[in-house]
């Protein structure tokens, strides 16, 4: 009930196009969905995060979708460019009670120039 | 910069060693947690500490232990170290707890030989 599943495991996409990455999770008491980016030899940097009170949270050329329904989030990378080739980590986290922040085991994102 | 800091950024021992890593959270910040990410795998929580104060424990092994000092930093002990534990070692840092935005540091790569 803890997981968050991430899917694909990798991902490569022609500049310019739409890089989708999909996550599930089974804990209803999450209440707080982030995305992060991790570059190699970096460490994984908040990207964009949402609420399960909205269904769709834009910022610049990044959207996550949200069904809270169907308990799934996905990241949606606009105009995908070869500076977006990193490491793509979903996150589900309960911001009540005893501490929960679990992350997804991440999407390897390549664009191709 | 997350203004989070780690030392030292790589280390390289033999097994059955120990050794201590260190992580100075964000100006502010309450909220320290551990995480390790081996290679090609997700961030594995570890372990978090408030004010001090040992609030949750994840996938920790018993050969490992942390601690929080009165300044807030934070450090990391790991003993009887295997091949195994080779690997990369994050530390994240936020305002409080329960809160939702965590802030990471660079990392400490370890190496066990």
């Known amino acids: 009930q803890q997981q968050v599943k991430q899917s694909p495991q990798s991902l490569i996409v022609q500049k310019g196009g739409i890089s989708i990455i999909n996550c599930a999770y089974e804990n209803t008491a999450f209440d707080y969905f982030p995305w992060y980016q991790q570059f190699p030899g970096k460490g994984p940097a908040l990207l964009i995060a949402i609420r399960p009170d909205v269904s769709e949270k834009k910022e610049g050329r990044f959207t996550i979708s949200f069904n809270k329904s169907a308990k799934q989030f996905s990241l949606h990378i606009m105009d995908s460019q070869p500076g977006d080739s990193a490491t793509y980590f979903c996150a589900a986290s309960s911001t009540s009670g005893t501490y929960k922040y679990i992350f997804g085991t991440g999407t390897r994102l390549k664009v191709l120039a | 910069d997350s203004g989070v800091t780690q030392t030292p950024k790589h280390l390289i021992t033999a097994t059955g060693q120990r050794v201590t890593l260190r992580c100075s959270p964000r100006s502010g910040d309450l909220s320290v947690y551990w995480y390790q990410q081996s290679l090609d795998q997700g961030l594995q929580f570890l372990i978090q500490y408030y004010n001090g104060e040992e609030r949750a424990k994840g996938n920790i092994l018993e050969r490992f232990s942390a601690q929080q000092f009165p300044d807030l930093h934070s450090e990391l002990n790991l003993s009887s170290l295997e091949l195994g534990d080779s690997a990369l070692y994050f530390c994240?840092?936020?305002?409080?707890?329960?809160?939702?935005?965590?802030?990471f540091g660079p990392g400490t790569r370890l190496l066990v030989l």
């Open positions: 994240a840092s936020s305002v409080a707890e329960p809160q939702e935005t965590q802030y």
